[in-house]
């Protein structure tokens, strides 16, 4: 008989075990038992941990409605059964479960029978055969088992054999019936039996040489076991050779792959120096990128697909060889050739180390954050790690605003700089608390460390942050008059009710959680908060998607007539590529931003703010560094575009940057470390047991696929997406289309004229792609660093606990920056900048035709 209900819907505290209440009681009292064994499963303990923590009232309610039903469930038993209670995992101190600390990995224990009882015997259990620990919170030490001895032990009561691969000992008070133990003796020998069998049969086939290295000690065990004379060292002995068993076959199992570990090693090193040629490649080619690309891919896929090859042969060669090569297959084999075939063919045609200044020129800010994982406690502390090195990203550019030629460019750079600090060190404020930080850490991201609802402050800063978030951008765009076209309507109209939705389903999910409306609000708050978040996202994916698409320019033109000339006056042009990419990155934004619980949330707009500022940084730098250029020229024409170009934005000119004076790898690092910080910043570790649930339920009231697992999934490594995606904005903040004029001859044969023809910088889109490269560039050399650190301290006492989950957190942040820079560049720059050509490739008649452009 089964009878079963939905486990996934956290929310619900009361359907399952409500169901399993309705159905228990009526067999516990059918008089013909028509029940063996009876499990019924009550889940409302778990979902009150994981929706409000373990000090909210529900959790006091729940816990009190679990003791009646004990207490009816013993008065109901009758002399023939055994009752077991047992929790199948803990939680720690927010209610939570997942990790590997000692309060979710414990759980409690309760038998109890009213029969006679089952031990007769007046000695004590031989203390050989018991295991005691002390628990968090407690001085005094307890009895403790494992969870696989549960499982041979009621086989044993239940008169059934034990499973043939199950590797626990049965728990020995249940069989110590008399002071011989001859109870306790016959079934340890059945257990010690069915284990030395299953081992025997598992030496036997095609892994059993696994064991070869533990065998040795399994026989000594057995044998030592087999030879006691008295019943108290058979019992010891028997018990010691199952847990031998146990430790040997763990061992085993838990073994690394120094072959596979290295070949890892090589493609990520290799593939980080592949990336860095193609990075010093497209530096050198500058306008000329393009062709240069297109020359090397080719080659590299062609030499990716013979690697590929290779590879596949060396697997047919290292058959002959199992014993020294041993755990590969032939997709190993041929994706380690092609990798490596291909990123060699790229190192090898653009050597990345071009010169000196090159090797000098490598950031310590990123060799720092990549060694820094060597070490367990800079690996648990790397949320306090990171804003420092933010900041001090940030240091060499503020040091430049000490020296800009103007003052208006001074005033930038640092008050930009501050700013950029100031939000840096408001987002740190924010903090959850992983176990090795105790007791040295003081969660505020929730209302408390047993708690997952948010401070009351967030709530009240919701709305105000959400309504205020798009005037801060559209003051920033401001700047260079580049609020026009679509910013008029994407902001107000598009990104505004989505963030404020955002907002509000998080309050109403506070409201929900914390009762504050009263019980009988709770079904309505939830339908009204499922479809604000399903409107929402809807909203601004859909309606701010296609707007953006059809008319993506932050633009404004007018056309005037003036003595006989024609005047196109064109107001956002200094930002023609900027600001339309920085539209398409407020779509996904507000993505972002509704996932997050009501602190991220404000996390985020920080971060948003801080971003901004630091683009203003850098095309303010970029100015200072043209305008020094321009002094050393001694070019008259140059010094007078620089300095209009960092004067009023209302009288610039559009400026272009000198090659010299394109991107550069340093300046990623400050955005690069903002995404990092914003995932800290948002309530995450990198830790398993910081996964936010809450967000699964946020387009439906149960566990919804693939809709719960893509709000997962965005909330946890959304902010890193979010600010890889940004990356181009580093190429494109502030840059207007470059002209050339070319001499074309008219088709007509008499009618001869010039044609004045806009054509865009290519750099533009060349930069973007470095911009890209970089920021992949980083997130890998953390990769790197991670794996490097887990393959070297792989028997690490904390490797499990510190270095393995960093690991799995680098594996998951590279992919959302690669996923993130892919969609930037393939979606966001390829439509801005075919759009900007369209709209400023203008062809004139032979009379000069005058323009404004701001």
Not at 797 to 816: C, I, N, Q, T
Request: charged share 15%; hydrophobic share 45%; net charge neutral.
């Amino acid at each position: 008989m089964t009878f079963p209900y939905d486990s996934f819907n956290v929310e619900d505290l009361h359907t399952v075990d409500e169901g399993v209440i309705t159905h228990l009681f009526p067999l516990l009292k059918d008089q013909s038992k028509p029940f063996d064994f009876l499990i019924g499963h009550f889940l409302g303990v778990d979902h009150v941990g994981h929706r409000v923590g373990p000090d909210h009232p529900s959790m006091k309610a729940k816990l009190e409605q679990m003791n009646r039903v004990l207490q009816e469930v013993v008065d109901h038993l009758d002399d023939d059964t055994l009752l077991v209670v047992l929790g199948d995992h803990g939680m720690d101190r927010s209610g939570d479960h997942g990790g590997d600390g000692v309060l979710e990995t414990s759980a409690a224990m309760w038998v109890y029978s009213k029969g006679p009882p089952l031990i007769q015997a007046t000695k004590p259990v031989p203390s050989g055969l018991l295991q005691y620990r002390t628990f968090p919170g407690t001085t005094v030490e307890h009895r403790g088992i494992q969870q696989i001895d549960i499982l041979p032990t009621l086989s044993l009561l239940l008169g059934l054999p034990i499973p043939f691969n199950n590797l626990g000992t049965i728990i020995p008070e249940f069989f110590w019936r008399d002071n011989q133990g001859k109870t306790l003796e016959k079934a340890l020998q059945l257990n010690a039996n069915q284990i030395y069998q299953y081992l025997h049969v598992y030496r036997s086939s095609p892994s059993g040489g696994e064991l070869d290295e533990a065998w040795r000690s399994i026989q000594e065990s057995w044998a030592v076991a087999n030879l006691a004379t008295s019943t108290e060292m058979k019992l010891v002995a028997l018990n010691n050779f199952n847990r031998v068993a146990l430790s040997a076959c763990r061992a085993m199992w838990a073994q690394f792959n120094p072959v596979l570990m290295a070949m890892g090693l090589v493609l990520l090193g290799m593939g980080l120096c592949a990336s860095w040629a193609l990075f010093v490649g497209i530096s050198n080619a500058k306008s000329r990128w393009g062709p240069w690309l297109g020359s090397k891919l080719p080659v590299c896929l062609l030499a990716g697909a013979g690697g590929a090859a290779a590879g596949i042969v060396a697997f047919s060669a290292s058959l002959v060889l199992p014993s020294l090569l041993g755990g590969q297959s032939i997709v190993d084999y041929a994706i380690f050739g092609a990798v490596l075939a291909s990123s060699a063919t790229m190192i090898i045609t653009s050597p990345p180390l071009t010169s000196l200044r090159s090797l000098l020129s490598t950031p310590i800010v990123l060799i720092l954050h990549s060694i820094a994982f060597l070490s367990n406690s800079f690996t648990f502390w790397e949320d306090r790690i990171v804003p420092f090195l933010a900041v001090s990203s940030l240091i060499p550019y503020a040091v430049r605003g000490f020296s800009a030629p103007t003052s208006r460019l001074r005033y930038r750079i640092i008050g930009f700089s501050v700013l950029y600090a100031a939000c840096v060190r408001l987002i740190s404020i924010s903090t959850i608390c992983r176990e090795e930080q105790q007791p040295y850490c003081h969660v505020t991201f929730y209302a408390s460390s047993s708690q997952t609802s948010p401070p009351f402050a967030a709530v009240l800063l919701a709305l105000p942050t959400a309504v205020a978030l798009p005037l801060v951008i559209l003051r920033f765009l401001n700047f260079s008059r580049s609020d026009e076209g679509i910013a008029k309507t994407h902001y107000p109209f598009i990104f505004t009710p989505a963030v404020v939705s955002g907002a509000l389903y998080w309050i109403l999910e506070w409201a929900n959680t914390t009762s504050a409306l009263g019980a009988e609000w709770d079904t309505t708050l939830r339908f009204v908060r499922t479809w604000i978040a399903r409107f929402g996202f809807t909203w601004v994916l859909l309606m701010g998607g296609a707007l953006w698409f059809i008319v993506p320019l932050c633009i404004h033109i007018t056309v005037k007539h003036e003595a006989g000339q024609k005047q196109v006056e064109v107001i956002g042009y200094a930002n023609a590529f900027g600001s339309p990419y920085l539209v398409f990155w407020t779509i996904l934004l507000a993505v972002v931003y509704s996932t997050s619980q009501l602190p991220g949330q404000l996390v985020i707009s920080l971060s948003t703010i801080a971003l901004l500022a630091y683009l203003e940084v850098v095309d303010s730098v970029r100015d200072v560094e043209t305008m020094e250029m321009a002094f050393r020229r001694a070019k008259p024409s140059d010094i007078l575009n620089s300095a209009r170009a960092s004067g009023d934005p209302a009288a610039a000119k559009p400026k272009s940057y000198d090659e010299d004076a394109a991107f550069k790898f340093g300046d990623v690092m400050p955005v690069a470390l903002l995404g990092l910080h914003a995932f800290y910043g948002t309530g995450h570790q990198s830790t398993i047991s910081s996964i936010q649930w809450k967000a699964a339920f946020m387009l439906s009231s149960t566990v919804a696929y693939p809709w719960s697992a893509l709000t997962v999934v965005i909330n946890s490594i959304g902010p890193i997406f979010l600010f890889a995606m940004a990356a181009p904005l580093l190429a494109l903040w502030n840059r207007a289309p470059e002209a050339t004029v070319a001499d074309n001859s008219s088709q007509n044969g008499d009618d001869k004229g010039r044609q004045q023809e806009l054509e865009l910088d290519t750099r533009a889109k060349g930069d973007s792609t470095l911009a890209a490269l970089s920021m992949m560039i980083y997130y890998t050399s953390l990769l790197l660093g991670t794996s490097v650190s887990a393959a070297v301290l792989r028997r690490h006492l904390m490797v499990w606990k510190v270095f393995a989950p960093r690991f799995m957190a680098g594996v998951l942040g590279l992919l959302a920056v690669d996923l993130g820079v892919l969609i930037g560049e393939i979606v966001g720059v390829e439509r801005v900048t075919m759009r900007v050509k369209d709209t400023f490739r203008i062809t004139s008649s032979p009379h000069p035709a005058s323009k404004e452009l701001q």
